[in-house]
């Protein structure tokens, strides 16, 4: 690996960038809140459903931060793409859901790309993660987990 590396993340170390520090924690909080999605379309919770979806959306801020400071860095090729990845999924979220406000889940074929989206989105928030720390990548998995569990949940519970 690259000395980039070694020098983008200290969990609990303000020594150098915080970038990874960000990124990592709106990656527990954005596994978080769309777990809570998922419990409030279980309960019908209309008003824990658009707080948990509109926080979600405000994560493009850091998220965004995140990529910029990436970018200023000229960090890995694979870091950046994620999260570009990242933020193509919280803009589609934004399109979809807040802007056109169209019932896309309804519509085969988006809904299929919106959840290949949503998992290409995991996989990145999961891999840089373990990138950046391997502790935090296994604390930013069981949250996955537990966003799993409340789909399992959702659709089988």
Same mark, same amino acid.
């Given at each position: 690996?690259?000395?980039?590396?070694?020098?983008?993340?200290?969990? &609990?170390?303000?020594?150098?960038?915080?970038? &990874?520090n960000v990124f990592v924690g709106s990656s527990i909080v954005f596994n978080i809140l769309v777990s809570g999605v998922y419990v409030a379309t279980? #309960?019908?919770?209309?008003?824990?459903?658009?707080?948990?979806?509109?926080?979600?959306?405000?994560?493009?801020?850091?998220?965004?931060?995140?990529?910029?400071?990436?970018?200023?860095?000229?960090?890995?090729?694979?870091?950046?793409?994620?999260?570009?990845?990242?933020?193509?999924?919280?803009?589609?979220?934004?399109?979809?859901?807040?802007?056109?406000?169209?019932?896309?889940?309804?519509?085969?074929?988006?809904?299929? #790309?919106?959840?290949?989206?949503?998992?290409?989105?995991?996989?990145?928030?999961?891999?840089?993660?373990?990138?950046?720390?391997?502790?935090? &990548?296994?604390?930013?998995?069981?949250?996955?987990?537990?966003l799993l569990t409340c789909l399992a949940y959702l659709y089988l519970g």
């Amino acid at each position: 690996m690259s000395d980039m590396r070694a020098e983008t993340l200290n969990i &609990g170390d303000d020594s150098g960038r915080s970038w &990874g520090n960000v990124f990592v924690g709106s990656s527990i909080v954005f596994n978080i809140l769309v777990s809570g999605v998922y419990v409030a379309t279980k #309960f019908g919770n209309e008003a824990l459903l658009e707080t948990c979806g509109t926080l979600v959306i405000f994560l493009m801020l850091p998220y965004t931060y995140t990529l910029l400071e990436c970018v200023k860095e000229k960090n890995e090729k694979k870091v950046v793409i994620s999260n570009i990845v990242i933020l193509t999924y919280l803009f589609s979220e934004l399109l979809l859901d807040y802007v056109l406000r169209i019932p896309f889940r309804e519509i085969f074929i988006v809904h299929v #790309f919106y959840i290949m989206l949503f998992y290409a989105t995991e996989f990145s928030i999961v891999s840089v993660s373990f990138y950046l720390n391997r502790k935090m &990548g296994f604390v930013v998995t069981l949250t996955f987990f537990i966003l799993l569990t409340c789909l399992a949940y959702l659709y089988l519970g």
